[in-house]
Structure formats: structure tokens, C-alpha cells
């Protein structure tokens, strides 16, 4: 099966400062790649989509200057979170879809950010 | 938008019953309705899932229908184990769209 990766798998970091989450397609090629945000026993919640090469969708509410992603390959997407608060602090999802694909996406393990 | 409503939120079951996950959508151009079990700290992983085309699709223990005029789709799983408790999404998308999740049942099987 399809396997996505995702980089680092926990971190924490101060307040002020920014992260950045990788999300790897290790064997196939993803052209569409999605960031999910899930708050502790709370759904999963789209945050944008990413296709390759071109720029991200951000869904209402998110804001694009602050998570900033980057799909710069067909196997390579990542979000950074800037300015990082402690509201940011949550369970962050990549998914990952492949034009061979019909319907099924790929999730990576996620990242549980921590900011202090 | 989708909009993904999903129930019950919480769902307690006697070791070997079986439980019931009900789940509508809102948008006629949903065709892909995959259902994910999630524990804690983990990626959701798929269980099972079912295309526009067909009503019902089974695997094992677990089962789902759809019902497209009504726009909803169950999740059945039978002889319930231990082992089943988690929470559970409900989801809906387009094929090649980003999915849009219930709010979750979270599942108990008490022994």
C-alpha cells in the first residue's frame, strides 16, 4: 500500500518561534496533498490543500500567512507554522492523494506540536 | 460546503453486540463515504469504505450501506471485541477532494 511519512513526529517549541512539519509520499506521487489540524477529542478539520506546484487552498478561517505551505514536489509537502502561540499546539495531519489513486487518500502518522 | 453530521458522539456496547455508526452528508456530489478508526495519538486508519455506486459493502465484521436519495451511510460492526474500542469518522469527499469528517463516535466494547 501507500505509505506518506511525516517529519518530526513530536515537537515542542517557545512561543514566538516557527516549526516546520515535513510530509513525504515514499512510494508514490502525490499531487494533491492535505493539512488536517485535530484538537484534543475533536474531528479532524481541513486546513488547506496543497497541489504540486502551484498554490495552496486555505480553507476559511486558516490563515495563510501564518501556515505557510509549501508543495514544492510531486513527493514533498510542507507546513510551516510561524509565530507559533500556544493555541497552535495541537495534532497535525498530512493526507496525500495520487493521480493513480480513485478515491482512497494516505495519511501520515501526524505531529503533535507543543508550544510553550 | 459538505456537511458531515455523525451520532451517536459516544457509543457503549456489551462485548459480542453490535454497534451501529450513522452518518448524512449535505452534498449531492460526494461519492467516496470512508470510515476511519483513530486511537489516541494515531493516524486514521481505514476500515472500510464505499463508492456512490454501490449500497452496501461488506469485510468480515464490519459492513456499510448508503443510502444516496437520503443522503446518509451506517457503519455496522457485529460481534463487537475489546479490541474495537476507539473513536470512529465517518467521511465524505469527491474523489480527488479533501475529506469531510464527522465529529467522531468514540466507541467502548466492555468485556
Known amino acids: 500500500g501507500a505509505v506518506v511519512s511525516q517529519h518530526p513526529s513530536r515537537v515542542i517549541c517557545k512561543s514566538g518561534t516557527s516549526v516546520k512539519i515535513e510530509c513525504r509520499s515514499l512510494?508514490?506521487?502525490?499531487?494533491?496533498m492535505f493539512w488536517y489540524r485535530q484538537f484534543p477529542k475533536q474531528s479532524l478539520m481541513l486546513m488547506a490543500t496543497?497541489?504540486?506546484?502551484?498554490?495552496?487552498?486555505?480553507e476559511q478561517g486558516v490563515e495563510k500567512d501564518k501556515f505557510l505551505i509549501n508543495h514544492a514536489s510531486l513527493t514533498l509537502s510542507t507546513l510551516t507554522v510561524t509565530s507559533a502561540h500556544p493555541e497552535d499546539s495541537s495534532f497535525y495531519i498530512c493526507s496525500a492523494y495520487g493521480t493513480t489513486f480513485n478515491y482512497e487518500q494516505y495519511f501520515g502518522p501526524g505531529t503533535r506540536l507543543t508550544v510553550t | 460546503g459538505e456537511n458531515v453530521e455523525q451520532h451517536p458522539s459516544t457509543l457503549s456496547v456489551q462485548e459480542g453486540d453490535s454497534a451501529v455508526i450513522k452518518c448524512t452528508y449535505s452534498d449531492s456530489a460526494s461519492n467516496y463515504f470512508p470510515w476511519y478508526k483513530q486511537e489516541l495519538g494515531k493516524r486514521p486508519q481505514l476500515i472500510i469504505d464505499?463508492?456512490?455506486?454501490?449500497g452496501e459493502k461488506k469485510d468480515q465484521r464490519i459492513a456499510v450501506t448508503l443510502n444516496k436519495t437520503a443522503k446518509h451511510f451506517s457503519l455496522h460492526i457485529t460481534e463487537t471485541q475489546p479490541e474495537d474500542s476507539a473513536v470512529y469518522f465517518c467521511a465524505a469527499s469527491n474523489s480527488g477532494y479533501a475529506l469531510n469528517f464527522g465529529k467522531g463516535t468514540s466507541l467502548l466494547v466492555t468485556p
Open positions: 512510494d508514490f506521487q502525490a499531487t494533491t
Open positions: 464505499i463508492r456512490s455506486n454501490v
Open positions: 496543497s497541489n504540486e506546484g502551484s498554490k495552496a487552498t486555505y
